[in-house]
């Protein structure tokens, strides 16, 4: 039979993700590819959890999420950001980031249509934005005084009379990059100017470094009114298989998303989201260790990468690090990752694979450190061996 996946989806083949961690099990590699925590998030969390299991919150919750998460999340907008978003009407809870930015790219582009994305980008943003036929017109972040950025007449030149939206994550997975008020600004001037919706994933919100604070694109003059954004509560709070995410958009956009989301999966599992919003409410504490402790984490990897040889960017957020291979001889970090495991038993990621122009980006490697001091040790010890 000939392949029965539609034409669309046909070069989403297997995740480079899957890939990697495959060659982590199969070589006894320590995984620094996949970005997920090996620790647990707040215990008073997951007890929530499981006490709603036990009282019976195992039916469908409604539709746009429960009440209590809704509002939880209103607060946490209020209280972090100054930004007003009604429970009712304004906030959708969906399943994980993943579902919200799926959801709303369905729900806001016709065939034909163009969104723009910074690449390197998260991989969902792609497929999103084929399954709903319309085209990824990807603006490039360069390395510049250590950091990752874009050329804002690049942003501006990428806008033609069919894009429809700019999607714009901050903090940055894969670089790093936590978007200054200046860079939003410009991003902020261009959605104004050429009519644009900004659809925001900001889920590693809370996952800032070095006091660099993280500006929702929502608070700008003139955005919240064409801003869907989105977070989740996985990387907030180290439980990314819960899969509990949000929206918080004007009333018109919100149902736009939930038109979707309705007939994608309808509701988000109710147990997760009394949880959640328990987190919301009484478990920021815990973030803010997770934070100072993911900064202690990065500045571990960063110093074992350079003494192992490789040039480090350092990131302002995120669970990321990139590293420049040149240094050490290399030059496709494609050809190094498939072969790391047998040269140092360490599996990383490649970051030319989240680029429409890899050839951009086939210096870049990327490591997780989001990970135990001791497996970051033990790596750093193995990719001596490079050298
Ligand atoms: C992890 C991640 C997501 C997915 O979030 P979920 O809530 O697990 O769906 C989305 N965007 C970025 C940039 C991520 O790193």
Not at 47 to 71: C, F, K, M, T, W
Not at 298 to 305: E, I, K, T, V
Request: charged share 25%; hydrophobic share 40%; net charge negative.
């Amino acid at each position: 039979m000939s392949d029965p996946l539609v034409s669309r989806m046909r070069r989403f083949g297997t995740t480079i993700f899957a890939e990697m961690s495959a060659l982590a099990v199969r070589t006894g590699s320590i995984n620094l590819g996949q970005g997920f925590p090996d620790t647990d998030g707040p215990a008073s969390m997951l007890d929530r959890a499981v006490e709603a299991i036990r009282s019976g919150v195992n039916q469908y919750p409604p539709g746009p999420g429960l009440p209590q998460l809704r509002q939880a999340v209103s607060e946490h907008r209020r209280l972090h950001y100054g930004l007003d978003y009604d429970p009712d009407g304004e906030v959708l809870v969906t399943v994980g980031a993943t579902e919200a930015i799926a959801a709303t790219v369905l729900a806001l582009c016709e065939q034909g249509d163009e969104v723009i994305a910074f690449e390197p980008y998260y991989d969902s943003y792609a497929a999103s934005i084929a399954l709903a036929g319309a085209r990824l017109a990807a603006v490039t972040l360069r390395p510049k005084e250590g950091r990752f950025t874009f050329d804002p007449d690049e942003l501006r030149a990428a806008v033609t009379p069919r894009t429809r939206a700019i999607l714009v994550n901050s903090p940055h997975n894969p670089t790093g990059t936590v978007f200054t008020r200046e860079e939003l600004a410009v991003i902020a001037e261009v959605c104004q100017e050429r009519d644009l919706i900004a659809i925001t994933d900001e889920v590693y919100e809370h996952l800032t470094f070095d006091g660099v604070a993280h500006v929702p694109l929502a608070t700008l003059p003139g955005m919240r009114e064409r801003t869907v954004m989105i977070s989740s509560a996985g990387k907030t709070f180290s439980v990314t298989g819960w899969k509990t995410g949000w929206v918080c958009a004007p009333p018109e956009l919100t149902r736009a998303a939930q038109t979707v989301k309705q007939f994608l999966t309808f509701t988000v599992g109710g147990p997760w989201q009394l949880a959640v919003a328990h987190g919301l409410r009484e478990e920021l504490g815990w973030v803010a260790e997770l934070r100072a402790a993911l900064q202690s984490k990065r500045d571990r990897l960063m110093s074992g990468l350079s003494g192992a040889g490789f040039e480090v960017l350092k990131p302002s957020g995120t669970y990321f690090v990139q590293t420049d291979i040149r240094p050490l001889g290399f030059t496709d970090g494609l050809e190094l990752t498939r072969r790391l495991p047998e040269l140092a038993g360490v599996v990383a990621i490649p970051t030319q694979v989240f680029y429409d122009h890899p050839e951009r980006g086939r210096h870049f490697v990327r490591f997780a450190f989001c990970k135990k001091d001791e497996v970051i040790d033990e790596a750093v010890t193995r990719l001596k061996r490079l050298g």
